[in-house]
C-alpha cells in the first residue's frame, strides 16, 4: 500500500512563471482596445492602445532577437514617459534581455560609468538626447547600437544611428516570450550614488511581477480598470513606481506626459484625458498646484495622487484635499525596494474614527506597510526598537522585491534576519505608520542627540512665504553640530531670518531652534529631483548667519 503522503509532489498546480510579459499580454487579450495616450515633443498627441503596444513590442523582440542579442544582455533606455517607451520596456524584458532605465539628469561622468559598468550593447533613447549621447558614445565601447524612438523624419542626424519605426515596421510578432523563466533578470537601475559610483539593482521578473501586485493592491495604489492613470514619475525613476506593470496588469487607461511636466501642461493633461490617479515628485506636484491656484482652475476628474520620493508638505495634502477633493497617497520607498515600501492612503479604522487634523498628522506619515513588504527600525547594533512612535532608529525591510545584492558587487548586504538596510531612520508607530525622521547621514547630532532635520523642514516649509526648506547640521565647538535652516522663498517673496524663527517657535523643541536662517535663490536637486544635501552643506554652511 502507498504511504497517503506519497502524492504530494509540487506539480499540482501549473508552474506559471511569472515573468513581466504576461502583464502585457493580458493587456492585450482582455483590454485590448483601451489607450495609451503620450504627449509628444512637438506637444501634439499621440493615442495607442494596449493591443498596438503589445504587438510593436512583439516587433522590437524580433529586431532584438535576429541582431543576436542573447536573453540577460543589457538594453539601456533613455527616455521620458511615452508609449513608445513602454513598448520598448515589453519589447526587451518580454525577449529576456535586460531593460536598464537611464536617468538623462545624471552628470555625463556617471552615465558614462553606468553603461560602461552594465555594459549595455544597445542604447535606445528620445531624440532629444542625441546631443548627449554623441557625448557619452566615444566613452562607452560596449554600446553598438542606438535607436531612436521616432520615424526616419525625425531621426537625429547622429552618425550609424537607427529610427525604431523603421527597424520594427513588419517585423514579425511570433517571436517567444518569457522563455527565460521567473528568476531571470528583467530590468537593471543604477541608485543616483550621492557619495560614491552609482549601484546597480538587479531586478529579476519574479521580484518585478510581485513588485505590481503588492502595488496593486486596494490599499496600496489600488488601480482598477476604470482608472485613467497619468504616469508623471519618470520610468527612469525606480520603473515609474511599476505604473507600466500595474496599468497593463489592471488594462487602465495609460497617459504618458513626455518632458512636458510644467503646471500648465499636466493640467491640460489631467483634465482632457479624464485622469483619475496620477503619481510624482512633491516639487512636479507643487509646480501644478502654483498653476491652478494662479490661474484660478479646479480639477474635476482626479480622485488620487501617489506622491513620494521626498517628504509630502502639508500645504500640498491641503491644496490636492480642500482645493480639489483629491486624496493624497503619501509613498516612500527607494530603487533598492523596487520601489514601493510605505504608503499612506486609505486608514486604519482606528485611525478613520478621529478627526479631520488628527487623520492629516497620519496622512502625512510615509505611510505603512503593505502585504509583501516587512519592516522593523533598529538602534546602531541591530537590536529591534519598540513601534511606539517615539523610539526613531533604522529602518531595515524585507521582501520579495527589495534588494539581496548589488550588481556585480559579491557581498549580500541583509543583516543576520535577512533584513535590508535603507539608510532612512524613522519611527514606527503603534497603527503600524511609519515616519522618517532624517537620512542616517543627514541626522544632526546635537549635544549627543538626534536632531530630526525633516521634521523642521516640514514646519519651515509650511510657511506662506517658503517654497522649500533644508536643514543641516553645522559643526559646533560644544555641541558637536547644529541645525541651520536654509529656505527658497516663492517668486516674489521677501523675509527676514526672524519671521522664520518666530514661526518654528512652539512647533518644534526648544533646542532643534536653527542657529541660522539663511535665503537662497535656488535648492540644489539632486537628478531624481531630491535635495542635494551634500551640496548645500558644502556650499552654505561656512555662509550661514549665526543667531545671536
Ligand atoms: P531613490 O532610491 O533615489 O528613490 O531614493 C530613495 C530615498 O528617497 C529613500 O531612502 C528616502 O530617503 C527618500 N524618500 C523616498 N520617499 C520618501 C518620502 N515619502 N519621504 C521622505 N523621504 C523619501
Known amino acids: 500500500m502507498t504511504d497517503q503522503n506519497d502524492d504530494l509532489l509540487g506539480d499540482h498546480m501549473q508552474a506559471w512563471s511569472m515573468t513581466v510579459d504576461r502583464f502585457i499580454t493580458h493587456a492585450a487579450r482582455w483590454n485590448g482596445q483601451h489607450e495609451l495616450v503620450s504627449r509628444q515633443a512637438d506637444g501634439s498627441i499621440a493615442r495607442s492602445t494596449w493591443e498596438a503596444t503589445a504587438r510593436r513590442a512583439r516587433q522590437l523582440s524580433s529586431v532584438l532577437a535576429e541582431a543576436g542579442i542573447r536573453p540577460g544582455d543589457r538594453i539601456a533606455t533613455m527616455a521620458m514617459n511615452s508609449a513608445r517607451h513602454v513598448e520598448a520596456w515589453y519589447g526587451i524584458m518580454g525577449y529576456g534581455a535586460v531593460c536598464h532605465t537611464l536617468n538623462p539628469r545624471l552628470f555625463e561622468e556617471q552615465l558614462v560609468y553606468i553603461i560602461n559598468h552594465a555594459a549595455d550593447r544597445w542604447l535606445v533613447a528620445d531624440p532629444q538626447f542625441a546631443p548627449l549621447i554623441e557625448k557619452l558614445r566615444p566613452r562607452c565601447p560596449t554600446l553598438e547600437r542606438v535607436v531612436y524612438l521616432c520615424g526616419p523624419a525625425g531621426l537625429p542626424a547622429a552618425a550609424g544611428a537607427a529610427d525604431y519605426e523603421s527597424l520594427i515596421e513588419g517585423r514579425p510578432v511570433d517571436v517567444p516570450w518569457g522563455t527565460v523563466g521567473e528568476h531571470a533578470p528583467a530590468a537593471l537601475c543604477y541608485t543616483s550614488g550621492t557619495t560614491g559610483h552609482p549601484k546597480g539593482v538587479l531586478y529579476s521578473h519574479r521580484s518585478q511581477v510581485l513588485h505590481a501586485l503588492i502595488c496593486a493592491q ?27 506593470f500595474t496599468a497593463a496588469a489592471t488594462g487602465a487607461k495609460f497617459v504618458l506626459p513626455g518632458a512636458r511636466l510644467d503646471g500648465a501642461s499636466l493640467y491640460e493633461l489631467l483634465e482632457t484625458e479624464g485622469v483619475t490617479l496620477s503619481a510624482a515628485v512633491p516639487t512636479v506636484w507643487q509646480g501644478l498646484l502654483d498653476y491652478l491656484t494662479t490661474n484660478g482652475l479646479r480639477l474635476k476628474t482626479l480622485r488620487r495622487v501617489i506622491i513620494g520620493g521626498s517628504a509630502v508638505t502639508e500645504g500640498l495634502i491641503r491644496g490636492f484635499r480642500d482645493g480639489h477633493g483629491v486624496e493624497v497617497l ?6 533598492e525596494m523596487s520601489p514601493i515600501g510605505t504608503i499612506s492612503g486609505a486608514p486604519p479604522p482606528a485611525v478613520g474614527a478621529m478627526d479631520d487634523d488628527t487623520r492629516l498628522a497620519f496622512n502625512l506619515k510615509q505611510g505603512r506597510t503593505p502585504f509583501g513588504i516587512d519592516m522593523k527600525i533598529t538602534d546602531d547594533d541591530g537590536v529591534r526598537l519598540a513601534q511606539d512612535g517615539v523610539a526613531q532608529g533604522h529602518v531595515r525591510v524585507q521582501g520579495p522585491a527589495i534588494i539581496a545584492r548589488y550588481f556585480r558587487e559579491a557581498e549580500q548586504v541583509l543583516d543576520a534576519e535577512g533584513y535590508f538596510d535603507t539608510g532612512d531612520i524613522a519611527t514606527i508607530d503603534p497603527h503600524g505608520y511609519m515616519q522618517i525622521t532624517d537620512r542616517a547621514k543627514d541626522v544632526i547630532k546635537s549635544g549627543g542627540e538626534w536632531i530630526s532635520s525633516v521634521e523642521i523642514e516640514n514646519v519651515a516649509a509650511s510657511h506662506p512665504k517658503a517654497l522649500m526648506a533644508a536643514v543641516i547640521g553645522v559643526p559646533h ?59 548645500l552643506r558644502a556650499r552654505y554652511a561656512e555662509a550661514a548667519t549665526v543667531r545671536d
Open 330 to 335: 503619501h509613498a516612500w520607498g527607494m530603487t
Open 218 to 244: 486596494r490599499d496600496t495604489m489600488g488601480m482598477s480598470v476604470t482608472d485613467s492613470v497619468l504616469a508623471v514619475v519618470p520610468m527612469f525613476h525606480a520603473n515609474a513606481w511599476a505604473l507600466p
Open 477 to 535: 565647538p560644544r555641541w558637536r553640530e547644529r541645525p541651520h535652516l536654509i529656505v527658497q522663498l516663492r517668486p516674489g517673496q521677501q523675509a527676514t531670518p526672524a519671521e522664520f524663527l518666530d514661526w518654528l517657535d512652539g512647533k518644534i523643541a526648544k533646542w532643534w531652534m536653527p542657529d541660522g536662517v539663511l535665503f537662497v535663490d535656488e535648492m540644489p536637486l539632486g537628478a531624481t529631483g531630491k535635495l542635494d544635501k551634500k551640496v
